[in-house]
């Protein structure tokens, strides 16, 4: 007679299937239930979407230092024309609808200063508005034809600016950043680029 089974284990012989797949209860695998196989599932698409986020920050970062520096390399062929004309600043329209538009602008007047003219454009610029106007920036119509030596603005307030880490050169023509605080980044007249809007802030300085 052959051994006899324990009570309890109502399984069924294993088999001598030599060559054969192995039957599951008599390796020892257990198959997945479905409530573990939701549980797997779920975690992978939360790690899946966590990835997806710090992929798409790191790549928005990524366009909004970029448009920094396209704003340096432009403030630095300003800074060559500056140059070039005894100190002043060239006077130019703040913006054009239009590349038809005959009128000096950031891009007719400094493209001769800057490299590449795709400096010009804004990488977060979803509107193309580089294509159609020809740049992504905007001027500030307040340094037209002041000298570098003396710059001096006044925003929304009727106090002076004169501090040139204050002084907003050319800026973002939209809010082409929603990501970053202020949305926007900026050239100021010392060369630097930034996303803080310090000509709006007239805290006395320290």
Request: charged content about 20%.
């Amino acid at each position: 007679m052959g051994a006899l089974m324990p009570m309890g284990d109502r399984r069924p012989a294993c088999p001598n299937l030599a060559g054969r797949l192995p039957v599951p209860h008599c390796t020892g695998a257990r198959a997945f239930t479905l409530i573990e196989l939701l549980v797997v599932i779920a975690i992978i698409a939360v790690l899946a979407a966590l990835g997806t986020s710090a992929w798409q920050r790191s790549q928005r970062n990524a366009r909004a230092a970029a448009c920094m520096q396209n704003l340096r390399q432009i403030g630095a062929g300003l800074a060559k024309y500056v140059a070039d004309h005894d100190g002043i600043f060239p006077e130019l329209m703040m913006a054009r609808a239009s590349k038809l538009e005959d009128v000096p602008v950031i891009d007719t007047e400094l493209r001769s200063y800057v490299a590449d003219v795709r400096t010009f454009a804004c990488p977060d610029d979803r509107k193309h508005l580089a294509e159609t106007t020809g740049t992504s920036y905007l001027w500030n119509v307040r340094l037209n034809g002041q000298r570098l030596a003396n710059l001096n603005v006044s925003f929304l307030k009727m106090d002076l600016i004169d501090d040139p880490s204050r002084i907003m050169v050319m800026g973002d023509k939209e809010g082409f950043h929603p990501y970053l605080d202020s949305k926007l980044n900026v050239l100021y007249a010392d060369g630097h680029a930034s996303q803080e809007l310090t000509f709006l802030d007239d805290s006395p300085e320290k």
